[in-house]
């Protein structure tokens, strides 16, 4: 399986950056997806990596080393609705499983 | 983008009775539906792959015959939580592959469910 770890929560203000970690450990990676999790809800889709390098989609942008077994997802001018967890989740080899970090939860304060 | 359904979003029920979730792709069809469970502040484990057609494959350690699946259609999965008991509350959650894509999951809204 996937040895997956992210911080467990960070906070930062309003209007600020904010970088989340991920590493990863698999024998057969197949690209990583950062997901946004509100509580009691379904996780939506943020961005996807499959080869290195930065992927930028408006205020979020997702970088990916596959040598190195790290991602960071960054999110740009905060607001307040960014407040949730951020999943990172890895899929192994060609059967589309994706196996999901524990989450880190992101508090935006005004 | 795609659309997956799930009902219902939640349910209390008591130990012993069994309850049905559905998971539904309302504007593709999936041949492929997985479903995950999460417990508070932890990651989504995935429990099992639910294959149109054919039988689901389960993770290690997940009870197949406790946690019945069936994907009768390419638009419809169903998971049917038998016996259960207060340790199987938790926060269930179906998601479906776009068939042809190579890239992310949709999931359902998820359904919590609380055994009393």
């Not at chain 1, 990583?32 to 961005?47: I, K, M, V």
């Not at chain 1, 991602?71 to 192994?92: F, G, N, P």
């Amino acid at each position: 399986g996937q040895n997956i770890d992210q911080p467990t929560e960070m906070t930062a203000t309003e209007g600020a950056i904010v970088q989340i970690n991920c590493t990863y450990q698999t024998s057969g990676f197949n690209g990583l997806f950062w997901y946004q999790q509100h509580a009691g809800e379904a996780p939506t889709f943020l961005s996807y990596n499959v080869l290195d390098g930065l992927e930028e989609k408006g205020r979020f942008s997702s970088f990916l080393s596959r040598s190195k077994g790290y991602s960071y997802l960054l999110l740009k001018e905060l607001q307040m609705k960014d407040s949730a967890s951020y999943l990172c989740a890895v899929r192994d080899g060609n059967d589309y499983k994706l196996s999901f970090g524990a989450g880190t939860t992101v508090t935006v304060r005004a | 983008g795609a659309v997956v359904s799930q009902h219902p979003s939640r349910v209390i029920c008591k130990s012993g009775t069994s309850v049905k979730i559905e998971c539904r792709s309302l504007d593709f069809q999936a041949t492929t539906m997985f479903w995950y469970r999460q417990f508070p502040k932890q990651s989504l484990m995935l429990m099992a792959t639910s294959n149109e057609g054919s039988k689901a494959t389960y993770e290690q350690g997940v009870e197949k015959d406790k946690f019945l699946i069936n994907h009768a259609s390419l638009t419809l999965s169903t998971l049917t939580v038998t016996s259960a008991h207060p340790e199987d509350s938790s926060f269930y959650i179906c998601s479906a592959r776009l068939s042809g894509t190579n890239e992310k999951l949709f999931f359902g809204s998820g359904t919590q469910l609380s055994v009393l």
